[in-house]
């Protein structure tokens, strides 16, 4: 059972546009939403991170965006740019331990 | 300060043989956990650990050990190496109290199993 799904698995976007990402979970215990960032062959780095008490989270170019009656959330980039491109993954913690992440969609931005 | 280092990077093992994945990280950090990327699933989560001496199952616990005897260190075990283990796996650490950072992640080891 897939608790936290991201459905598109690839996204494309051009330069200085923005970009969208998109996830839904089922579990509305979840107490934090996060996403990362991961380049091929490195680690997810870490990008945002939002309450489940808040519905917005700002940092920059990023924001995220929780809608607890949908279950849904999204990653906003603006403008978008050539580094960002990579797969980002949602995630949520349940229980401060365990980790919880999506699919991942791939994001390519176009010059 | 490296982070969450993982050794090996690349490692073939033949079904049935065993081996020890190894994560260390220098943060001091009380969480750590070991995932498994595979493609179109995301990343499962294996065991993870709140400190020393304290160890619990994830999603995905089948044909895979750990134990956390230090802070430092928290190395997974593969009893006997099937193909169906055949993944990348990640390392992840974390500071107890700060949710919001989330885990930092080691750079991964692939391993094949054949």
């Known amino acids: 059972d897939q608790q936290v799904k991201q459905n598109s698995p690839s996204l494309s976007v051009q330069e200085g546009r923005i970009s969208i990402l998109n996830c839904d979970y089922t579990?509305?215990?979840?107490?934090?939403f996060l996403w990362y960032k991961k380049y091929p062959a490195e680690g997810p780095t870490f990008l945002i991170s939002?309450?489940?008490?808040?519905d917005k989270n700002e940092d920059g170019r990023f924001t995220v965006f929780l809608n607890k009656s949908a279950k849904h959330l999204s990653l906003h980039i603006v403008p978008s740019q050539p580094g960002d491109s990579a797969v980002y993954f949602c995630?949520?913690?349940?229980?401060?331990?365990?980790?919880?992440f999506g699919q991942g969609t791939r994001l390519t931005i176009n010059p | 300060n490296a982070g969450v280092t993982q050794t090996p990077k690349f490692q073939v093992l033949k079904t049935g043989q065993s081996m020890t994945l190894q994560c260390a990280q220098d943060?001091?950090?009380?969480?750590m956990s070991w995932y498994r990327q595979d493609p179109g699933m995301g990343l499962r989560l294996i065991h993870y650990?709140?400190?020393?001496?304290?160890?619990d199952q994830g999603e995905v616990p089948n044909g895979y050990n750990v134990s956390r005897s230090t802070t430092e260190d928290f190395p997974l075990r593969l009893l006997s190496a099937a193909p169906s283990q055949t993944s990348v796996y990640f390392c992840a650490s974390r500071r107890g109290q700060l949710i919001n950072y989330g885990y930092t992640f080691g750079s991964g080891t692939r391993l094949t199993v054949v």
């Open positions: 943060m001091n950090h009380e969480y």
């Open positions: 939002i309450s489940s008490i808040k």
């Open positions: 650990s709140v400190g020393a001496g304290i160890t």
């Open positions: 579990n509305s215990m979840f107490d934090y």
């Open positions: 995630a949520s913690i349940q229980g401060a331990q365990k980790l919880v």
